[in-house]
């Protein structure tokens, strides 16, 4: 059994940082991709940034320079670094990962994790 757990979230004013982490555990052989998306109340879920298992990163552009997607490939974890925050940067932020299992080293499955609430207000 495969999981990504989120932990970071919480409530920060404007200007503010945080830190989120994505930890995968279980029967993992490798992981790919790594990606955070959030969804804000009422609207769909967005990409927010990928790193790639050789360390490359995207961003969407209303995160660029604020920001920061990375990985631990020892500890299979991923980090969304986020500064300057915006009220607008407030939703439910998800991990996302590509990975295969030690059962199924073939198969390249997609999961998601439970999500953790970013709230950005003064």
């Known amino acids: 059994q495969v999981q990504l757990v989120e932990s970071g979230g919480g409530l920060v004013q404007p200007g503010g940082s945080l830190r989120l982490s994505c930890a995968a555990s279980?029967?993992?052989?490798?992981?790919?991709?790594m990606r955070w998306y959030r969804q804000a109340p009422g609207k769909e879920r967005e990409l927010v940034a990928t790193?790639?298992?050789?360390?490359?990163?995207n961003y969407a552009d209303s995160v660029k320079g604020r920001f920061t997607i990375s990985r631990d490939s020892a500890k299979n974890t991923a980090y969304l670094q986020m500064d300057s925050l915006k009220p607008e940067d407030t939703a439910v932020y998800y991990c996302?990962?590509?990975?295969?299992?030690?059962?199924?080293?073939?198969?390249?499955?997609?999961?998601w994790g439970q999500g953790t609430q970013v709230t950005v207000s003064s």
């Open positions: 996302n990962a590509d990975l295969t299992s030690i059962g199924a080293r073939a198969y390249r499955n997609n999961y």
């Open positions: 279980g029967a993992i052989f490798s992981i790919y991709a």
């Open positions: 790193v790639a298992s050789g360390g490359g990163t």
